[in-house]
């Protein structure tokens, strides 16, 4: 089944992101308090999606958030305290962003610093664009064997709404899938999509197509969902928004 595309618009650029993030920035500089806003607060996302990782992968002592803006989702993980030592990464491909997410650890007193030891239960923020994964740029913060989780809360929504195209010319966000699976561990790394969107079916068909499209084998496969509140509107019953779990084979 071929899903429609999501028409382009302003929130599928960078223009948008940097102009976002400066005046977040802005509103920080003047008011520390103000850190920003936090992406699907309104459905609890971030609160459901620890309790879904302390149940699957108490385990797990590195993580990666991908699109991390003022990288509010690692800094919960941090305090919660669940993966106590862990290491928390935080990418995104605007400066701005990245900018905004270490102003706020340093004065939450969680950021990592250089030393590998040192970044033990601490975050660190890079920039990087998770559509250029695997081209060598990542070696610094991605730990050997790559990360046990990969966390996604609206990135994957912002790459559905670019117009760039891959150079076999599928849009864009066809290809991330292929880019993400090479800094999960093998064999246990788990990616959790959360989306606004998409719905939970559309997310597993958009996310696990890389493995029939690409030329490589993309090893992914469905490992879980999170329960949000529901909704009846029609007669059909739905969810605000979407979070699915792929594991890496």
Request: net charge negative.
């Amino acid at each position: 089944m071929t899903e429609e595309h999501l028409p382009p618009s302003q929130l599928g650029t960078k223009q948008y992101w940097d102009q976002a993030y400066t005046l977040e920035s802005q509103n920080f500089n003047e008011d520390p308090t103000n850190e920003g806003q936090v992406w699907f607060s309104e459905s609890n996302a971030e609160s459901r999606i620890l309790s879904f990782l302390r149940r699957v992968v108490p385990e797990a002592r590195s993580f990666l958030d991908i699109g991390t803006g003022n990288g509010h989702l690692l800094f919960e993980m941090v305090e919660e305290g669940s993966w106590e030592g862990g290491w928390f990464v935080g990418v995104d491909y605007s400066c701005e962003a990245v900018a905004l997410a270490r102003s706020i650890a340093k004065g939450r007193g969680v950021m990592g610093e250089e030393e590998e030891e040192e970044r033990k239960g601490k975050v660190g923020f890079w920039v990087a664009d998770v559509m250029a994964l695997g081209d060598g740029e990542e070696e610094e913060w991605v730990p050997e064997g790559g990360f046990d989780v990969c966390l996604d809360k609206g990135t994957f929504d912002a790459i559905s709404l670019s117009d760039e195209r891959l150079p076999d010319g599928r849009r864009a966000y066809e290809g991330y899938a292929e880019r993400v699976v090479q800094v999960m561990k093998r064999g246990s790394g788990l990616l959790v999509v959360t989306s606004c969107n998409w719905t939970e079916e559309e997310l597993k068909r958009k996310i696990l197509a890389s493995e029939v499209i690409a030329n490589e084998v993309i090893e992914l496969e469905y490992h879980g969902r999170i329960e949000y509140p529901s909704f009846s509107f029609g007669g059909h019953k739905g969810q605000a928004i979407s979070s699915v779990c792929f594991r890496r084979k």
